[in-house]
């Protein structure tokens, strides 16, 4: 898997197996409660979106998570256009799975002088989150999260399953705030994939906000 040591991360085949054959000290992993696919996404526009996708690896152990981790590019050093997504096994992360299609996403914008400062954290800590079931009651609901570098502001969002459901997403936007330390006074929205899809200006409105 060629993604530390090159510009541009090449990721062409399904690398699960290379990352399982590391062995923890005695062979014990530390099983994670979810099976986690990392993907990567590179703006190729002489293809559909959705073939852009693909799955760089699957991991179910904490160390495994961590082997990927380090032999990855961070976030910060993609190109332009690209994103890396972690969704739960069996999720594609785009809004048309049936996991997603009732969805939205908690949204957070970067301005371009944050891609060196908090990019990376921000991200590491979702993925955090996500791996360690951070959001408790309510984990059922989290399907993903997506971090897209762009040219302008790059975008961190965390997407949830059920939009309708007010209280148990309003309360997941809460613990990523809080997670992120985004301080009290910034707000942070919820889009609903429905709305994505179909907005006519630059921003879907919120459904809600933290
Ligand atoms: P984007 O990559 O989420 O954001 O969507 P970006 O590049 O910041 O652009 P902006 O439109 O938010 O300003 C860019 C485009 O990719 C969308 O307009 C869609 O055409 C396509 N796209 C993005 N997503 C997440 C999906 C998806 O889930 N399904 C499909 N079919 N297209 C998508």
Redesign the pocket.
């Known amino acids: 898997m060629s993604v530390t040591d090159s510009t541009e991360v090449d990721v062409t085949e399904d690398h699960s197996a290379e990352i399982s054959e590391v062995k923890a000290p005695l062979a014990v992993k530390h099983p994670l409660q979810n099976t986690w696919a990392l993907w990567y996404?590179k703006?190729d526009r002489s293809k559909?979106?959705?073939e852009n996708l693909k799955i760089v690896a699957k991991f179910q152990f904490v160390e495994d998570f961590w082997a990927l981790y380090n032999h990855i590019q961070p976030a910060s050093r993609l190109a332009n256009?690209c994103?890396y997504s972690l969704f739960k096994d069996g999720i594609k992360?785009?809004?048309?799975d049936p996991r997603?299609c009732k969805g939205g996403r908690w949204l957070i914008s970067l301005n371009k002088g944050q891609r060196a400062t908090e990019l990376d954290h921000s991200w590491m800590e979702i993925l955090l989150c996500l791996i360690g079931e951070a959001f408790e009651d309510n984990s059922d609901e989290i399907c993903g999260a997506?971090v897209?570098i762009?040219p302008k502001?790059d975008?961190l969002s965390l997407w949830t399953a059920n939009a309708g459901k007010k209280d148990a997403t309003c309360a997941i936007g809460k613990k990523l705030k809080e997670r992120l330390g985004v301080p009290n006074h910034i707000v942070v929205g919820y889009e609903v994939?429905e709305d994505?899809?179909s907005r006519k200006g630059?921003m879907a409105k919120n459904r809600y906000t933290v």
């Open positions: 996404f703006n559909d979106w959705s256009g994103d992360p785009e809004w048309e997603n997506t897209n762009r502001v975008k994939h994505t899809k630059s």
